[in-house]
């Protein structure tokens, strides 16, 4: 696809450097451009799914069933006066935002959005993303820190915490379907699931390659399960959804790390949030649902199909994550830390011990 837009560039501007210049910089803004026109519908679907939830109509004034309210949302924040307190760290303070929504950004590089598109096609594509989110730690911090709020400190703090908590259960799932599939890269991990629904990693992964364990893989399937639910719970609480929202407790911290912004700031921890959700979803249903494929093998599938799978299972997570957000409360500091360190990673260190087990038998 860079080829094909670089052949294109080349045609209308002629063989050089800015031709080769300008394709790099349109094929790496072509994520921007999704997280735009995703954070548009999500912000919608949240708006209307809490309102069916809560019994209520949620927007409709603003065209029509309300389909221009996140259109005049944004619109409304561009408006807003740009606030930062009088004794605030303006350098990191300034920054944080910007660091927080690149380090989301950065995931979309590695994801297989079809056979055919990949920002970059990287061999530890699942590392990558992983460690590309942890700026969004540093950022968080930076927020905290340069606010010169203490309620802003502790809602970072708390963010920090649960953020590090978590990366060892979600790394340990990874770690599930990484030692099944034998690689990192993304890409490969989404075409060893082709030929259908049973070739998923959730059921335990493909059953029709030769020195894959033949007919036995389907012993990994609940063990697969497990670590599915545990990236999923971790998932959440990466992303800061209910109910680990506890970074942003209004009770007790105002709106945690980014009380003090406003305006196009505030907007960038809005559109990184959304960015996060897509991205943990995206790689859930690489890692587990089989990514760009179709669940009926070659029916329906091919480069532009794929696309739409890809993005439909990524959607249809992020919409588990919303309803969850409007249906459970939330957990205590306490309660959070006792699930992820006494529950989510004992059991998911037990399924990567036994999925090991397996995975050497099946193999050898």
Same mark, same amino acid.
């Given at each position: 696809?860079?080829?094909?837009? *670089? ?5 209308? =501007? ?7 210049? =300008? ?37 409709? *004034? ?5 389909? =221009? @309210? ?8 561009? @408006? ?16 944080? !935002? ?19 598109? #990949?920002?970059? *096609? ?198 588990? @994550? ?6 459970? !409360?939330?957990? *205590?500091?306490? @309660? ?18 036994? #999925? ?9």
């Amino acid at each position: 696809m860079f080829d094909g837009l *670089r052949d294109l560039l080349v045609s209308l =501007l002629g063989k050089g450097d800015l031709s080769d210049i =300008l394709a790099v910089v349109v094929y790496s803004a072509m994520p921007l451009v999704v997280i735009l026109l995703y954070a548009l519908f999500a912000i919608y679907a949240e708006m209307k799914l809490s309102a069916f939830l809560q019994d209520r109509l949620g927007p409709m *004034r603003t065209g029509p069933m309300g389909l =221009l @309210q996140p259109i005049a949302d944004i619109l409304k924040l561009l @408006q807003k006066e740009d606030i930062s307190p009088k004794d605030a760290d303006k350098k990191l303070f300034n920054m944080s !935002p910007f660091i927080v929504f690149i380090g989301s950004y950065l995931g979309f590089a590695a994801l297989p959005f079809s056979a055919a598109y #990949i920002g970059a *096609r990287i061999n530890l594509g699942i590392f990558y993303i992983v460690a590309a989110s942890g700026l969004v730690v540093v950022g968080l911090l930076m927020a905290g820190w340069g606010s010169n709020n203490k309620y802003s400190l502790f809602g970072s703090m708390r963010s920090v915490a649960q953020i590090v908590s978590y990366e060892i259960p979600t790394g340990l799932a990874i770690l599930c379907v990484v030692m099944v599939a034998g690689s990192m890269d993304m890409q490969t991990i989404s075409k060893l699931q082709e030929g259908g629904i049973q070739n998923w990693f959730l059921f335990g992964g493909p059953k029709h390659l030769a020195g894959f364990g033949g007919g036995y893989s389907w012993l990994l399937t609940p063990f697969m399960l497990v670590a599915f639910v545990i990236y999923i719970v971790a998932s959440l609480a990466e992303t800061n959804r209910v109910p680990f929202d506890i970074p942003e407790a209004e009770s007790e911290l105002v709106a945690g790390y980014h009380t003090e912004y406003s305006a196009m700031k505030f907007a960038l921890f809005f559109l990184a949030e959304y960015a996060n959700m897509f991205v943990v979803s995206a790689i859930a249903s690489v890692l587990f649902l089989g990514g760009w494929n179709s669940p009926f093998g070659d029916v329906l599938g091919g480069p532009v199909m794929g696309l739409f799978w890809f993005v439909g299972k990524a959607i249809f997570f992020v919409l588990i @994550q919303i309803w969850i957000r409007w249906t459970l !409360p939330r957990l *205590r500091v306490d @309660q959070l830390m006792n699930i992820c360190w006494k529950v989510m990673i004992p059991f998911g260190m037990a399924t990567v011990l036994v #999925i090991g087990t397996l995975v050497t038998w099946l193999v050898h």
